[in-house]
Nanobody
Framework: QVQLVESGGGLVQAGGSLRLSCAAS????????VAWFRQAPGKEREFVAA????????YYRGSVKGRFTISRDNAKNTVYLQMNSLKPEDTAVHYC????????????????WGKGTLVTVSS
């Protein structure tokens, strides 16, 4: 039903910024909430941010609140994650995921996943 492709990852120095994109294809994109998760080497996948069906509500893990901004453009079938003031601990493969339900923002609850884009933050 939904295919997701992330882009925008790369190498950035601490304090820098990146904008990730999650491009969706398939039917009824606007009926899905979209979340970003990340997974560092040897660690569990963790929730980063999420946005509801029309972008009216957003959700963030505490460690990124105030630094990251999630947004969506349903006309372009795209969700963005603007990441500012990046820290080395943000280094991870970042995945976008789609789900019909508005939370809980747990990996097991997601219906569709992209393959990820790597964000590396150097100190």
């Amino acid at each position: 039903q939904v295919q997701l492709v992330e882009s925008g990852g790369g190498l950035v120095q601490a304090g820098g910024s990146l904008r990730l994109s999650c491009a969706a294809s398939g039917r009824t994109f606007s009926t899905y909430c979209v979340a970003w998760f990340r997974q560092a080497p040897g660690k569990e996948r963790e929730f980063v941010a999420a946005i509801d069906w029309n972008g009216s509500s957003t959700y963030y893990r505490g460690s990124v609140k105030g630094r990251f901004t999630i947004s969506r453009d349903n006309a372009k079938n795209t969700v963005y994650l603007q990441m500012n003031s990046l820290k080395p601990e943000d280094t991870a493969v970042h995945y976008c995921a789609a789900v019909l339900r508005l939370g809980p923002w747990v990996a097991n609850n997601m219906d569709y996943w992209g393959k990820g884009t790597l964000v590396t933050v150097s100190s």
